[in-house]
């Protein structure tokens, strides 16, 4: 099990603060394909962290890991 | 430990963040002090939230401090960022760097602004009089091409 946290419009649109995938292992580009096809979200502009980092499309996920959405950042 | 990159719901006092910086070697400190504005390109702002992954998010000042040492290696810095509902004045952020010369501590308070504008998770909610919209980045570029946010070196 992945747990997904969604910050800001995500969360309003999601409806909730994190979602549940029933995967122990994919890919962050994976990861994003299911959230469009399952959740319709739009992922072009939004980018994963792994356990607080910035994570590349490539790098994998596993069960356990902490994944956060993070869309454009605006704080300052 | 003192702890000089917060992200924080309660008010934000700039002395306190300030001392944090103070220091014998110290020639300068510079301030920088975020505050919420009232009208942007015309449109009334009411009020803003401001919400944060909190613990990355002070993972990424804490790198900003990092990011700021190696360029400025006699610099000390101090960040603190608010979250919850603001109205308009209220401070949103506090950095403090303190420098042997006045031009580094300009430069790096100025550095630590637009790098948290970039790589700190906290998002932007603007309450107008006909509606509210979480604000996407404000650097013009909305997508992240590369896949993540770009490094250090497009500051320059």
Partial sequence: MINV???????????????EL???ELT?????????????????SLIVAVNEEY???????????????IPPVSGG | MERLFIVTDQPISVEEVTKKVVRPEAGAISN?????????????TLSLTYEAYQSMAEKQLKRIGEEIKEKWP???TAITHRTGDLAISDIAVVIAVSTPHR????????YAIERIKQIVPIWKKEHWEDGEEW??????????PEGKPKGEEIYD
């Fill in chain 2, 32 to 44: 920088f002090i975020g505050t919420v504005r009232e009208y942007t390109h015309g449109r009334r």
């Fill in chain 2, 135 to 144: 604000i996407g980045n404000q650097l013009e570029t909305e997508a992240y």
């Fill in chain 2, 103 to 110: 031009k580094d501590a300009f430069r790096a308070s100025e």
């Fill in chain 2, 74 to 76: 006699d610099a000390k």
């Fill in chain 1, 22 to 24: 029933a995967r122990d």
């Fill in chain 1, 55 to 69: 994570a590349d499309v490539d790098d994998v996920i596993k069960s356990g890991d902490t994944v956060a959405l």
């Fill in chain 1, 28 to 44: 962050v580009k994976e990861l994003l394909q299911e959230l469009h096809e399952q959740h319709s979200i739009d992922t072009d």
């Fill in chain 1, 5 to 19: 946290l969604c910050f800001a419009h995500l969360k309003e649109q999601v409806g909730q603060e994190q979602l």
